[in-house]
């Protein structure tokens, strides 16, 4: 089945401020917690997971030299997942190297792009390690946004307001990581599109504030295009 909201990168998840798009999840543990039970992706429960996992003789040694005598438990399935992802981070892209000083490891064409990303204040929002996942940011004028997409604005669009029931949160939605996001599609909240031009334009257009906002030619679209898929990183030696 199609969930009502797009799975967020595992990549680098341990660098984001929050788990999930509304950021209701404090930690990796706690959203590790969701998916198992959740109706419309695992659908199980932690019964029938724990039963599962004991009758495994081999699983059960490995997770008794860790967590010793202990009995199976959803804090410790979490916790394990929780560790593992944090093995998952990719740095070493081009664009790191770039920014550690090696001119030669980016184009000209996405040093360019670089450029055009910071006068447009993308830097404001898609920033620390990750390029992202440090707030929740909603578009300039939501219901202009959302119309342009012949969208009506539903549960998940609510973002960041379903997890406080602040109004003020309203339409917030965590903002994306950039680390990998040339791999990562397809883009926004809901999987709109797999086209990083068309992202890029989108970004552009509703969520730049005009007085930070400066014009994009599609030479400039591309140029940001160029740097992005620059930003694809290293795992564990191996690129990706």
């Known amino acids: 089945q199609l969930g009502g909201i797009n799975a ?3 990549f680098n998840a341990m660098f984001a401020l929050l ?7 404090h930690d990796l543990a706690d959203q590790a917690a969701g998916p198992p039970l959740n109706p419309i992706e695992m659908d199980s429960s932690w019964e029938q997971i724990i039963g599962k996992l004991a009758a495994d003789a081999e699983l059960t040694g490995l997770y008794t030299q860790v967590y010793g005598q202990t009995p199976w438990s959803a804090d410790n399935i979490t916790n394990a997942i929780a560790e593992f992802e944090k093995t998952l981070i990719t740095p070493d892209s081009a664009l790191d190297r770039y920014l550690k000083g ?3 490891a980016l184009s000209e064409t996405a040093q360019q792009g670089y450029d055009l990303f910071k006068a447009n204040s993308c830097c404001t929002c898609h920033a620390g390690k990750a390029m992202g996942g440090q707030s929740f940011e909603k578009p ?3 219901e202009a946004y959302y119309a342009s997409r012949n969208k009506k604005p539903g549960e ?6 379903n997890a406080t ?3 003020e949160d309203r339409y917030k939605l965590k903002v994306p990581m950039l680390r990998n996001i ?3 599609h397809p883009y926004l909240h809901d999987g709109f599109t797999s086209d990083l031009k068309e992202v890029v334009k989108v970004m552009h257009t509703y969520f730049v504030p005009k007085l930070n906002r400066k014009p994009l030619s599609a030479s400039d679209v591309e140029k940001i295009v160029e740097m992005l898929q620059s930003n694809t990183g290293v795992l ?3 690129q990706l």
């Not at 998940?156 to 307001?161: C, K, L, S, T, V």
Request: hydrophobic residues 25%; aromatic residues 12%; without cysteine.
């Open 182 to 184: 040339a791999l990562t």
């Open 19 to 25: 788990q999930f798009w509304d950021g209701r999840a």
């Open 236 to 238: 564990k030696g191996k």
């Open 156 to 161: 998940a669009e609510y973002g960041r307001f």
């Open 165 to 167: 029931k602040k109004e």
């Open 8 to 10: 967020p990168t595992s």
């Open 140 to 142: 300039v004028d939501p």
């Open 102 to 104: 090696d001119s030669s």
